[in-house]
């Protein structure tokens, strides 16, 4: 058996050998009988939870289930052992044959070990859409790589993936953009803007330096045209031209991070071409729209609360604590109106999942929107949320960037460390815990240093491979029979299933731990043969064994640059 998601393979074998046990089980049943790698190796290869699930259905004990099963998977070529363990649990041991029956089903399909089957379905990720109003900063980073390693991970477990940026332009915030571009004009004419200045309400909201080159350009393009004329005659032309550049820094700063879009949609083309309405006719077609007042909000006294009827959705017939208002007092749109019609249109698009990666100050945001999408449709909606991230250099915060001002931007950082360990430490912990992104560490060539300790064991391998024979994928691998090797065996093989299992939950931060695993488990075993020459990898006596090994490093090799595709890093050749 050469198939290459071996838990898959022996889920099989279980689900055969069960139904022979206890035949006419519900389908519902069956789904949830799972194998998996077990926590200890001392109690085998894999574990298998088949018993304690189908017992209470089957009427039986599950103590006893569990030793009907290990009786017949022991019979069965591909197992070594089975032992029936805890309240109804069957460990299973692979036997070794099928163990080393694996590489070379890992060095033909080389970096494309552990690539789903296709037509799974049609997913959308949407992340960064970040307002177009400057640079990006770090805050947008963990997002950006975030959502972009689940994209890549999605298209590894064999989905067809749309990465997709939603621009926020329809907003106050532009016209505050505008705005600010247009003191950078004047200043680029040589005209004082403070009489300008006075008139804006609230003053000006972006002050960053970053809008110096947009004032300028105007000013090259349009001249003194719109000098101290009134708002009206420039406003919409000067909004879509800052827009504009804006989204070219936007673009430029995700592509220093290795990022690419699909698809970039416009809030305000959606507005402005009628989508709130046709996106929200879906909902009054099933009279999920109606005219009411809500309750006076949580900590507010009747005196303070004026009820007004407006239009709302039935949220709380989704899951949501409130009906949620799609309509202002003036008959404008909400925010949140916008927004159920951008995601009918991702419906309308086709895509059967979505996955929104959002800030987690947006978490209250959740629950609506995920009713929203219930009541459009079948699809699933996953939102993944962020914790902002603390950048950290010498024990102090690092310093704010002299183009924005206010903030460090994303392009400082990847200037600071370069683009791979950004998206490798930003992956190494789970997207919603809090994260100090130290810039020291981020450098050191030690173990602490993840993204040092994982490219290391690449260009370890690396090494071997360029002073190696040429790789046989037909080697003869018996000989691989130390701990050490062993046990980095049962890691690669674990690959498929970890990227199934992470695109599931929506994990790639599984992927860079999988990978520091990985790595460990190399480590020492080229540890293991500087201590005991008998397991060094190249020996010009034992051609056998050295094929064998030369083998086992090509396939760790290929593995870790499969998990660095996914995570959007290179890989490195040697360690310099």
Same mark, same amino acid.
């Given at each position: 058996?050469?198939?290459?998601?071996?838990?898959?393979?022996?889920?099989?074998?279980?689900?055969?050998?069960?139904?022979?046990?206890?035949?006419?089980?519900?389908?519902?049943?069956?789904?949830?009988?799972?194998?998996?790698?077990?926590?200890?190796?001392?109690?085998?290869?894999?574990?298998?939870?088949?018993?304690?699930?189908?017992?209470?259905?089957?009427?039986?004990?599950?103590?006893?289930?569990?030793?009907?099963?290990?009786?017949?998977?022991?019979?069965?070529?591909?197992?070594?052992?089975?032992?029936?363990?805890?309240?109804?649990?069957?460990?299973?041991?692979?036997?070794?044959?099928?163990?080393?029956?694996?590489?070379?089903?890992?060095?033909?399909?080389?970096?494309?070990?552990?690539?789903?089957?296709?037509?799974?379905?049609?997913?959308?990720?949407?992340?960064?859409?970040?307002?177009?109003?400057?640079?990006?900063?770090?805050?947008?980073?963990?997002?950006?790589?975030?959502?972009?390693?689940?994209?890549?991970?999605?298209?590894?477990?064999?989905?067809?993936?749309?990465?997709?940026?939603?621009?926020?332009?329809?907003?106050?915030?532009?016209? !505050?953009?505008?705005?600010?571009?247009?003191?950078?004009?004047?200043? #680029?004419?040589?005209?004082?803007?403070? !009489?300008?200045?006075?008139?804006?309400?609230?003053?000006?909201?972006?002050? @960053?330096?970053?809008?110096?080159?947009?004032?300028?350009?105007?000013?090259?393009q349009y001249g003194d045209a719109f000098a101290e004329t009134p708002e009206e005659?420039?406003?919409?032309?000067?909004?879509?031209?800052?827009?504009?550049?804006?989204?070219d820094l936007i673009k430029e700063d995700l592509a220093a991070l290795g990022v690419?879009?699909?698809?970039?949609?416009?809030?305000?083309?959606?507005?402005?071409?009628?989508?709130?309405?046709?996106?929200?006719?879906?909902?009054?077609?099933?009279?999920?729209?109606?005219?009411?007042?809500?309750?006076?909000?949580?900590?507010?006294?009747?005196?303070?609360?004026?009820?007004?009827?407006?239009?709302?959705?039935?949220?709380?017939?989704?899951?949501?604590?409130?009906?949620?208002?799609?309509?202002?007092?003036?008959?404008?749109?909400?925010?949140?109106?916008?927004?159920?019609?951008?995601?009918?249109?991702?419906?309308?698009?086709?895509?059967?999942?979505?996955?929104?990666?959002?800030?987690?100050?947006?978490?209250?945001?959740?629950?609506?929107?995920?009713? !929203?999408?219930?009541?459009?449709?079948?699809?699933?909606?996953?939102?993944?949320?962020?914790?902002?991230?603390?950048?950290?250099?010498? @024990?102090?915060?690092?310093?704010?960037?002299?183009?924005?001002?206010?903030?460090?931007?994303?392009?400082?950082?990847?200037?600071?460390?370069?683009?791979?360990?950004?998206?490798?430490?930003?992956?190494?912990?789970?997207?919603?815990?809090?994260?100090?992104?130290?810039?020291?560490?981020?450098?050191?060539?030690?173990?602490?240093?993840?993204?040092?300790?994982?490219?290391?064991?690449? #260009?370890?391998?690396?090494?071997?491979?360029?002073?190696?024979?040429?790789?046989?994928?037909?080697?003869?691998?018996?000989?691989?029979?130390?701990?050490?090797?062993?046990?980095?065996?049962?890691?690669?093989?674990?690959?498929?299933?970890l990227v199934e299992q992470a695109a599931e939950s929506r994990e790639p931060h599984?992927?860079?731990?999988?990978?520091?695993?990985?790595?460990?488990?190399?480590?020492?075993?080229?540890?293991?043969?500087?201590?005991?020459?008998?397991?060094?990898?190249?020996?010009?006596?034992?051609?056998?064994?050295?094929?064998?090994?030369?083998?086992?490093?090509?396939?760790?090799?290929?593995?870790?640059?499969?998990?660095?595709?996914?995570?959007?890093?290179?890989?490195?050749?040697?360690?310099?």
């Open positions: 058996m050469l198939e290459e998601n071996l838990f898959a393979a022996l889920r099989g074998i279980v689900l055969a050998e069960f139904a022979a046990l206890v035949p006419g089980l519900a389908p519902e049943v069956l789904a949830r009988i799972e194998v998996t790698p077990t926590k200890d190796t001392a109690h085998g290869d894999m574990a298998c939870n088949a018993a304690m699930i189908a017992a209470k259905p089957a009427g039986k004990n599950p103590r006893a289930l569990a030793a009907a099963l290990v009786e017949r998977l022991a019979a069965r070529p591909e197992i070594a052992r089975a032992e029936a363990a805890g309240p109804g649990f069957v460990n299973l041991t692979l036997a070794p044959e099928l163990l080393l029956a694996q590489l070379p089903v890992i060095l033909k399909a080389g970096e494309a070990y552990g690539q789903g089957g296709a037509g799974r379905g049609k997913v959308n990720v949407e992340y960064v859409s970040a307002n177009p109003t400057g640079p990006l900063h770090v805050g947008h980073c963990r997002g950006a790589v975030v959502g972009d390693a689940l994209a890549n991970l999605l298209k590894k477990a064999g989905y067809e993936v749309c990465k997709e940026f939603y621009i926020n332009d329809a907003g106050a915030q532009v016209i !505050a953009l505008a705005r600010s571009a247009y003191v950078r004009y004047l200043e #680029a004419l040589k005209l004082s803007p403070e !009489a300008y200045i006075e008139t804006v309400p609230g003053g000006l909201q972006y002050g @960053g330096a970053y809008l110096i080159a947009v004032g300028e350009a105007l000013a090259r005659n420039w406003l919409p032309l000067v909004r879509d031209f800052a827009v504009a550049r804006m989204l690419a879009h699909d698809v970039f949609s416009s809030e305000r083309a959606l507005v402005e071409g009628g989508g709130v309405a046709r996106g929200l006719q879906g909902l009054r077609d099933k009279g999920l729209i109606y005219r009411g007042i809500l309750e006076p909000p949580k900590g507010k006294t009747p005196d303070d609360w004026e009820p007004r009827e407006q239009e709302l959705f039935k949220a709380t017939e989704f899951g949501d604590d409130v009906d949620r208002p799609i309509a202002k007092s003036d008959g404008s749109y909400t925010y949140f109106a916008n927004d159920i019609a951008y995601h009918a249109d991702k419906v309308a698009r086709g895509f059967s999942a979505m996955i929104d990666v959002w800030g987690a100050d947006h978490g209250g945001y959740v629950k609506r929107m995920q009713a !929203a999408v219930k009541a459009l449709s079948g699809a699933r909606l996953d939102i993944v949320l962020c914790q902002i991230v603390r950048v950290m250099k010498d @024990g102090q915060p690092f310093r704010m960037s002299k183009r924005a001002g206010t903030f460090v931007e994303l392009r400082d950082l990847i200037d600071e460390i370069g683009a791979d360990a950004v998206r490798f430490l930003i992956l190494m912990r789970k997207s919603d815990a809090q994260m100090d992104f130290d810039l020291n560490a981020a450098v050191a060539q030690t173990r602490d240093n993840p993204v040092f300790y994982v490219q290391y064991a690449h #260009a370890r391998c690396r090494s071997v491979l360029r002073a190696a024979p040429a790789v046989d994928a037909g080697a003869d691998v018996s000989s691989l029979a130390a701990p050490e090797e062993q046990a980095l065996i049962r890691r690669l093989i674990t690959w498929p299933r599984r992927i860079a731990f999988f990978l520091y695993d990985l790595a460990a488990d190399f480590h020492a075993l080229w540890n293991a043969g500087r201590d005991n020459a008998a397991l060094r990898f190249l020996q010009e006596d034992k051609p056998r064994e050295t094929a064998a090994r030369v083998a086992l490093v090509a396939a760790t090799a290929a593995v870790l640059r499969s998990g660095f595709a996914v995570l959007g890093v290179t890989p490195v050749e040697e360690m310099r």
